[in-house]
């Protein structure tokens, strides 16, 4: 009987020098650090927020109202499909558009032309300028405005408009137009603010750019403010910078840069917006849609909620 001789290989233990485990430690870091960067600046949050006020006409129980923000010429999926289909699966009743739809340094017509035609026929769509349209004066602003007017957006550059409902119930939609400064944007507002509505028993909106001028906006008693501008302060980290690093127009260690605040009768919505600012990336800041529904509370309620209060 033959037996065949089983050669066995030894099996060299493979060191790992300083230097190897420094490299393998630097490509899982990079690693993680790409997967986090991707999801922050592509994966888009849905945020949502309920208005209750008993100045909300009856009709408008319910009325759901959609904010974007911030897209500075950014695409989510060949022609913006994934933004459409978050916005249009939230069956929004309204559309709100608060500035920095295009950037100067991302600027394409025929892209934001496709955009906005295919946005208004998921609901109407109110826009007003952001500091980026405001930069586009001399160059493209002109057209801009014309694209999005003949696509059907309802643009409130200093205006107002009463929005409709069943028996003519109404609210008031009112947006500013933006500056390249913010300090000289107080100025600038104050005078058209004076021209709006400051009718107390009707439920007011605002659309304005810049979050860091609630006070101004609380002055005039508006119910609900739409803002953006603020990038959700670029990078955030979580339990240390909530609010993020640097926001425009409010510096280091920003406050309004996200989510909800209230002053006095006023309660303003600040989105993250969706697309980049002048740092390329966000860090734990992902893109945001923002939805605020409105909900008729009724005297009697309101009563006795303040009796329950302590």
Request: with cysteine; proline share 5%; glycine share 8%.
């Amino acid at each position: 009987m033959t037996f065949a001789r089983r050669s066995r290989k030894r099996l060299a233990k493979t060191r790992r020098t300083p230097g190897r485990y420094a490299a393998e430690l630097f490509f899982k870091l990079m690693g993680f650090l790409y997967f986090v960067c991707y999801r922050a600046n592509n994966a888009i949050d849905v945020s949502r927020y309920e208005r209750v006020s008993p100045k909300v006409p009856a009709a408008f129980d319910g009325f759901r109202v959609v904010q974007v923000s911030d897209l500075h010429g950014k695409v989510f999926g060949r022609d913006n499909a994934e933004l459409l289909k978050l916005v249009e699966r939230e069956k929004p009743d309204l559309i709100v558009v608060t500035g920095d739809v295009v950037d100067e340094r991302n600027f394409r017509l025929d892209s934001l032309r496709d955009f906005a035609e295919r946005l208004v026929k998921i609901a109407p769509v109110f826009y007003i300028v952001g500091n980026h349209e405001a930069d586009l004066y001399a160059k493209y602003f002109n057209e801009v405005v014309a694209t999005l007017r003949k696509s059907g957006f309802t643009l409130l550059l200093d205006r107002e408009k009463r929005v409709t409902r069943g028996n003519g119930d109404a609210i008031v939609v009112a947006g500013l137009m933006d500056v390249k400064e913010s300090r000289k944007f107080a100025n600038i507002a104050r005078p058209q603010l004076n021209k709006f509505s400051r009718d107390p028993d009707e439920f007011r909106i605002l659309l304005s750019h810049r979050p860091e001028w609630l006070s101004l906006y609380a002055e005039y008693g508006y119910d609900l403010v739409f803002s953006g501008h603020a990038h959700g302060g670029q990078i955030r980290i979580p339990g240390l910078l909530p609010n993020g690093l640097n926001a425009p127009g409010q510096g280091w260690f920003p406050k309004y840069t996200g989510g909800a605040h209230t002053q006095g009768e006023t309660t303003m919505i600040v989105s993250r917006g969706l697309g980049p600012s002048v740092i390329p990336t966000r860090l734990f800041n992902r893109p945001e849609l923002v939805v605020c529904v409105l909900k008729r509370e009724t005297r009697l309620e309101q009563g006795m909620a303040n009796d329950n209060q302590v």
